[in-house]
């Protein structure tokens, strides 16, 4: 995991700038879904990264611990968060196999964007760990959703065509992360939302992926070159309208 750390901390600032937030139902339907009042809630955020999940979680009243293996990451979780009133973040440098907390803490654990990169049985064990009884663990991911939109089918397909690391609804064999699995009791669901984002801010995004991060940064600037003139020639003002959707799975 610290390798993990290492290779998110070198597109960092990709990250921060170009990572799309979540749209507002999906703190509704985790409210509705899991019980829990989120103001005055602790919440683990575990894979916190540069702190979208966590900024979203102080704003409607939460206590954070935001957890994370990469320094650099932390370390803009932690700039922005200085910037913002909310209720208190403490960041923790560790992954989700291994949380540096005591059991019995937390209201709510939450994997965002992160689960697929822990092992499915540590990560959940630890999260059984430090949850009060009753309490609940949920996983989420932002995801593009390419068959609703021939532009983003096709941006997507070039990405599988030149990026020898490439995962995502190109692969035939893609799917969302089985953290339903790891539950005995879980509901799911799919929460469909537009993002609406400057070309630059999307590539932005673009080269914060684990499998940009792996090319050099020659090849990455030659994909993203490439991908931009395609998107120009679809979007002409240079701003993109983006079909997203967002998965939620509880457990309680």
Request: include cysteine.
């Amino acid at each position: 995991m610290k390798d993990l750390g290492r290779v998110f901390d070198r597109v960092a600032d990709a990250y921060d700038a170009g990572r799309p937030a979540y749209p507002d139902e999906l703190y509704r339907a985790l409210t509705e879904v899991t019980g829990v009042d989120l103001d005055g809630a602790t919440v683990v955020d575990v894979g916190a990264g540069t702190g979208i999940m966590t900024r979203a979680l102080r704003s409607r009243g939460a206590r954070v611990l935001a957890v994370d293996p990469g320094a650099e990451m932390l370390a803009r979780l932690v700039s922005r968060s200085g910037e913002e009133e909310g209720a208190p973040v403490t960041a923790l440098l560790a992954d989700g196999n291994t949380l540096p907390l005591a059991g019995g803490v937390a209201d709510l654990v939450i994997y965002a964007q992160s689960w697929h990169w822990l092992d499915p049985v540590a990560s959940i064990a630890e999260a059984r760990r430090v949850l009060r009884p009753g309490s609940t663990i949920a996983g989420c991911w932002n995801f593009a959703h390419a068959a609703q939109a021939e532009w983003l089918a096709a941006y997507e397909a070039r990405l599988a065509e030149e990026v020898p690391a490439y995962w995502g609804p190109a692969v035939e064999r893609w799917s969302a992360p089985p953290i339903a699995s790891a539950f005995e009791v879980v509901e799911e669901r799919w929460i469909p939302w537009t993002r609406l984002v400057g070309i630059e801010d999307f590539l932005l995004g673009l080269r914060s992926h684990s499998y940009m991060a792996a090319l050099s940064p020659r090849r990455a600037d030659e994909l993203v070159e490439r991908q931009r003139a395609e998107l120009r020639e679809v979007f002409p003002e240079g701003v993109l309208s983006v079909p997203m959707r967002v998965y939620l799975a509880v457990g309680r």
